[in-house]
Every structure is written in C-alpha cells, then in structure tokens.
C-alpha cells in the first residue's frame, strides 16, 4: 500500500515561507496526479492545488494564485508545494492526495 508523508509544515509570520514536501513511497506515483489539500481549524478540508504527473498545474485555489506553486520530481517520488507571502488564513493543517492514498499531514501556522 502506497504511504506519503508530508514535511515542512511550521510557525510562520505573515509575509513568510515555507515549502512543504510530500515523498510517496512506490515510484508509480509518477503515472498519476498529486494534490495538496488544506484544512483550516474548523473547516472542511479544500484542495490547494493539482499537480499532473508530468508536473503541469491543472488547478490552483484562487486565494493562493500568487503566491504558491507546486512543483514535483518524479525521479525521488516528490511533491512540493512553495508558499509564499503566507497570510494568517493559511494556517491549517495540509495534506499531500495521490489517488486514494493520503498523508497524515503537516501543521503550518501563520503568526505574529
């Protein structure tokens, strides 16, 4: 059964960044697309952005268009996510998605 597990979350404040990692643990993750999803304290859990498995953007929430990008490497089984100019409504706990398979997730925290 396929794992992916999620690092880089962290305490952050405002204006900062973080880049969040998501290593999968079977190489044919490189056929299939790879999400970030984020749940915020209280909310459901939303999609942040949808990588394809030959790294295009095929979807990016319209709140962090700007400021965050997503990238993969198929060759080490990875998916990034970059964030940049992180606001406080980022804060939430984000989940790396492949197929069925999902993470644990990271904690990101954005405060002053």
């Known amino acids: 059964q396929m794992q992916l597990v999620e690092s880089g979350g962290g305490s952050v404040q405002p204006g900062g960044s973080l880049r969040l990692s998501c290593i999968a643990s079977e190489s044919r993750i490189r056929y299939y697309p790879m999400r970030w999803y984020r749940q915020a304290p209280g909310k459901e859990r939303q999609l942040v952005i949808l990588?394809?498995?030959?790294?295009?953007?095929?979807y990016l929430e319209d709140s962090v268009k700007g400021r965050f990008t997503g990238s993969r490497d198929n060759a080490k089984n990875t998916m990034y996510l970059q964030m940049n100019r992180l606001k406080s409504e980022d804060t939430g706990v984000y989940y790396c998605?492949?197929?069925?398979?999902w993470g644990k997730g990271t904690l990101v925290t954005v405060s002053s």
């Open positions: 990588i394809t498995s030959d790294g295009g953007i095929q």
């Open positions: 998605n492949a197929m069925e398979y």
